[in-house]
């Protein structure tokens, strides 16, 4: 069993920038992909970031790519999601999410854990 804490979320202005974070514990850290899906209003949840155990596979979706930046701790059981340049389209529910397999997987059915969800809300 693997428990995910996010926490980060907030309000923010158009071209600000918010840092999510990812508490793991449970099952070992270093052996899990996490990644971040988001959610908006009346929509799907979306592939936004992923980063394999060891690092060695990191995946954006085109939408953030080069906007954010997703980074993990396995010392301190915690994974990251540096968002910058936001914009009011990035407004959604952030869900943190592991799967134990090694690929960070866009695929939401593919994922076995998830956090309860972060706000971001982003104002124009």
């Known amino acids: 069993q693997v428990q995910l804490v996010e926490s980060g979320g907030g309000l923010v202005q158009a071209g600000g920038s918010l840092r999510l974070s990812c508490a793991a514990s449970?099952?070992?850290?270093?052996?899990?992909?996490l990644s971040w899906f988001r959610q908006a209003p009346g929509k799907e949840r979306w592939f936004v970031a992923g980063a394999s155990w060891n690092v060695g596979a990191i995946v954006y979706a085109d939408s953030v790519r080069g906007r954010f930046i997703i980074s993990r701790d396995n010392a301190k059981n915690t994974a990251y999601l540096q968002m910058n340049g936001l914009t009011p389209e990035d407004t959604a529910v952030y869900y943190c999410?592991?799967?134990?397999?090694?690929?960070?997987?866009?695929?939401?059915?593919?994922?076995?854990?998830w956090g309860q969800g972060t706000q971001v809300t982003v104002s124009s």
């Open positions: 999410a592991a799967r134990s397999r090694s690929w960070p997987s866009g695929s939401k059915n593919e994922y076995d854990y």
């Open positions: 449970g099952r070992t850290f270093s052996e899990i992909t």
